[in-house]
């Protein structure tokens, strides 16, 4: 008999990172099919241009890295990043914009930093702002949902436009943008704002068509659903104890919060918070990226206010920066003050006194150098 | 912290309190806890390790080849945290040599190998049925004679603990036996209620607390029941049946949940009022008291998946585990690694040799089912989900604390408390990174002690090193100082010897001062011999051992010199008694020669017709004042004072 040795405990009840990682997937299928159904396959197709392009990047730095190659892939997060990033572009993107997009998400964000558990910001952001930023025009042409585009473009259409610009017969993405009314389409935070700078109310910009098929009125056609159904998914995963209520709640609030206070300061200005929960990625961002353990916060009362910061700003961004929707760049601020949060947020050890754990070490400090 | 009265309150309306984190592994009692305690045959040998418990071993008391009793001690305490050990059966004693420990390092200990006769044989015992006649210290030194340490898992000497002179508000008596499998305490509590309840009432007569609780998890409803019954009769004391979580059984932990108080950070629960005693250690105080029965013998757990007949068994201490596994019907692979736990899966280790012992905390052995896989070879990194930190009982960030372990940042580690993790493994448990988390904070403790250790260790070599520098220093300043002491005094009897025509000398050193003397009194005795039998009259006068000594030297130096009368063999006499003078500093002498030598230089002066010498007296009295002494001063003064009378004979003599 040969007497095997391991430390204790003994045993286990975990649930690996793949797992994990394959379940935070699993929820977010319900909300991938809504925008599947409201802006056809392009949404598809990014989400395997993306996957593809980064578990290759991720494998070609392994490689060079001289680390088990098969073994770290096989924790999917290289895959869930490429998901989390392929559903914030817009569905007809050129191809290799996407490519770009996910080489800066993991060899930059993820790989440079030391690999899973070291980066510092959520390498999907990263990719996603760094192509904001770099292509404002592309990457803000999101089809008209499905219902009100004039065309709507087909599987091979949909091919065709990402990778060589045009459809099958000749259409380019301008001309599949216009909505049935003639004009180009926008997204529901887009009109809101133009409607604001044009000096019309926030209630009458809720009244334009993007706004039309919505279960309430602030609900963005199409946007509101796929919002809805990203939001049943994150509960799914607080349900199943994946991701702590925390983030994603403090999140919420924080939106609630800083949006109702505007509202009622000025309603004719500023959107209510069911506006702004239902419009853009707040729901993906609140339930799906903001809870990416790496970069978040790790302490319980860091973690309310991580998240409720990431609410505040993004509907101060929204409201009066020069981006229509701020959630990326909200959960990279908040990365950046993750050690300062945890830090100072601490909780007290079994047998030690209420007080800050900063000041106790501070004293600690004092008395050293006395 | 939590009054007493609101805690006995909320404990008589069975509300808790409750500790943070935790973890529900399955708890698999059910395999073992069906089965009455069994007996088993005698085992071959027993390996008694001479140290079981935290502390100090005691010093063996019986030989290689004696033949012992059962019950028969073999070691005595050899320190207040030291405990004996005992004969767990009577046979031979066969070697006392190294032995493979139960420790997770399995690292050879100082062992007693034992062959059992196979006869059994009890030592006499000393039974005390009428233990609330015994006083304290009694009662104490009884537990620490049947060898019994702390039965739960940590091996403190119990006696320490019932010997508290602290008030005390409650003793809690933990029954919660929170690792999954383990069902020993369990069974014990079914089987032997009563018995547990003595145990309760020595202890309650050494300790006498205020309160009494007694806490079982809620999984072992027939071991409270149990207990409930035999503790009906005992005032205050509560039965307490708390929910089943795990690290519940943790003596802080408990003490959270029943009393809602914390154990400060680095104190004792008697700091707080509370000690806690596990039920195996109430068992074996009984057992210890009531019978005069040593700890010789326990309750363990065999049980696991790999196991055919899981069940709990009174093994002696000193059982090789070897012996029990094949009664529990261990099936053998040969084609994969067996791992055999001793404790729970939680906090046990694994043992390194079938021929390890049991010892006085091994409640159990657990065999697993047998695997490839190890834990260590699939570890990933860490993706900070804080799973560890939302079940740590401690409320640690187990996160921080392996980021600041790995990278051997241990100031940073103790800033996040890593000596407050009780490594109870709850942290590991649901880490989905397979990340050993207590490997790392143990190996970061046992690193930052060993750095303390030396430390300590640098420390004390520096304050060594210093003081002897220090001393040295000391010492050859003194040295200097003397030297320069004499070579002054060695430069003014020369002065003085060419204003008085006669050679004083009037260093401090009395072999110097002897000589000095003898040379004055060989230059006087030749020229007045009426002098000098005068002076040979003064010692008489004078009761000083020491006076009369160096009067001796004087009067034979000067037959010395009278006989020789020559000047170079004074001369040789100088540079004998220069060489002593270094080594022998005798002050009294000092003093006593250099009155001696005033009185003559004064005689001397008077047989001369000169005015008494005041040069000299100045430097007399310097040495005088330094090496102050009353008696000696009064010695010298009287000598003074003789020879100024015999001085006044000689010259009215002369007249």
Known sequence: MILGTSSSPHHTARRSTQIIMQLVMLAAIPGLLAQWYFFGWGVVIQLALAIVTCVGCEALVLALRKKPVVFVLNDYSAVLTGWLLAICLPP?????????????????????????????????????????????????????????????????????????????????????????????????????????????????????????????????????WISAFYLLGGIALIMANIINWRIPVSVLVGVAITATVLNLLNGDLYGSAVYHWFNGAVMVGAFFIATDPVSASTTAKGKVVFGALIGFWIVIIRTFGGYPDAVAFSILFLNMSVPLIDYYTQPRTYGHSTKNRAENSAEKRKKKSN | MESFDTIVKRLSENRLWQFPGGVKPQDKKALSNTHAIRRLPLPDCLYIPLKQHIGNKGSLIVEVGQRVLKGQPLTKASGPYSVPIHASTSG???????????????????????????????????????????????????????????????????????????????????????????????????????????????????????????????????????????????????????????????????????????VPGKGLPSDIGITMFNIGTCFAIADAVFNGKPLIERVVTLTGEAVKAPQNVWALIGTPIAFLTEHAQLKSSKRYSQRIIMGGPMMGFTVTSPRVPVVKTTNCLLMPKASFAQPEDIERPCIRCSACSDVCPASLLPQQLLWHSKAKEYDKAQDY?????????????????????????????????SEKDEKQKAEKAKARFDARTQRLENDKKEREEKHQKAAQARQNAKANANDTATETTTAPKSAAVAAAIARAKAKKQQTSTPVLETEQKEPAQVDDKKAKVAAAVARAKAKKAASSNAIESEEKLESNTEAPQQTEVDDKKAKIAAAVARAKAKKAAASNGVEPNEKTAPTIETTQQTDADAKKA?????????KAKAKAKAEKNAE
């Open chain 2, 417 to 449: 408390n890593l000596f407050d993790c009780i490594e109870c493994g709850a942290c590991a448990y649901v880490c989905p990174s397979d990340i050993p988390l207590v490997q790392y904070y143990r190996q970061a403790k046992s690193a930052v002690r």
């Open chain 1, 92 to 224: 007809l993107l050129p191809w290799w914009m996407t490519v770009i997009g996910c080489v800066f998400a993991i060899v930059i964000a993820k790989q440079l930093y030391g690999g899973l558990g070291f980066n510092i910001f959520n390498p999907a952001m990263i990719g996603y702002v760094v192509l904001l930023i770099s292509f404002p025009a592309q990457m803000s042409q999101w089809l008209p949902v499905n219902g009100l585009a004039e065309l709507s473009p087909s599987l091979l259409d949909s091919l065709s436009v990402i990778f060589t610009g045009f459809t099958v017969s000749g259409h380019d993405i301008e001309q599949l943008r216009y909505t049935i009314d003639g004009v180009t389409s926008a997204t529901p935070l887009d009109s809101v704002r133009t409607a604001i700078t044009l000096n019309n109310t926030y209630s009458d910009a809720i009244n334009s068509p993007v706004f039309n098929g919505g279960l309430l009125a602030s609900w963005g056609a199409g946007w509101g």
């Open chain 2, 92 to 262: 031979t004693v066969k070697a006392i040599d190294e032995h493979v420990s139960a420790h997770p390092s399995g690292i050879a200990e100082p062992t007693l190998m034992l062959e059992p006769d196979g006869l059994d044989e009890w030592i006499k015992l000393h039974p005390n049925p009428h233990y609330s006649q015994l006083d304290k210290s009694t009662l104490v030194e009884l537990i620490c004679d049947a060898g019994i340490s702390g039965m739960g898992g940590a091996g403190f000497p119990t006696h320490i603990k019932t010997n508290n002179p602290q008030k005390l508000e409650f003793l809690i008596i933990n029954g919660i036996e929170c690792e999954p499998y383990i069902t020993a305490d369990d069974r014990l509590m079914r089987e032997h209620a009563w018995q547990i309840r003595q145990g309760i009432d020595i202890l309650q007569h050494t300790l006498n607390p205020k309160h009494i609780i007694v806490a079982v998890e809620d999984n072992k409803p027939e071991a409270l029941e149990a207990l409930r019954i035999a503790c009906k009769d005992k005032p205050d004391c509560s039965l307490v049946s708390t929910p089943t979580l795990y690290p519940m059984g943790g003596e802080k932990q408990l003490i959270q949940v029943v009393t809602g108080r914390e």
């Open chain 2, 634 to 642: 009064k010695v010298a003064a009287a000598v003074a004072r003789a």
